[in-house]
C-alpha cells in the first residue's frame, strides 16, 4: 500500500509530490522485508525524475549518483 502511494504520488511528477514519494520509498527500505528492492528500483525511478526536474547542475549530478546507488544497493 505504501509503494503504490509513492507510485501514485510519483506520477503528478510535481516536486513536492516526488520528495513525498521518495520519503515513502525509504520507510519501505528503512523497515525491510520482501519489498525492499521494488522500493529501492521506484527510488532510482524517482530521483531521475527529480533530476529531469532540477536546473542546478551539481544538484542534478547529485540526484543522479543517488539513483544509481540505489540501483546497485543490495
Not at 505504501?2 to 509530490?17: F, I, N, Y
Not at 522485508?33 to 532540477?54: I, N, P, S, T
Request: aromatic share 4%; proline share 3%.
Amino acid at each position: 500500500a505504501v509503494l503504490e502511494r509513492a507510485r501514485a504520488l510519483g506520477a503528478e511528477a510535481t516536486p513536492g509530490a516526488l520528495q513525498r514519494a521518495l520519503h515513502l520509498a525509504d520507510f519501505v527500505i528503512f523497515g525491510g522485508g520482501a519489498a525492499v528492492a521494488a522500493a529501492r528500483a521506484l527510488k532510482a525511478d524517482l530521483l531521475d525524475a527529480r533530476a529531469r526536474r532540477e536546473p542546478s547542475f551539481v544538484a542534478r549530478n547529485i540526484l543522479r549518483a543517488a539513483a544509481m546507488r540505489e540501483r546497485t544497493a543490495e
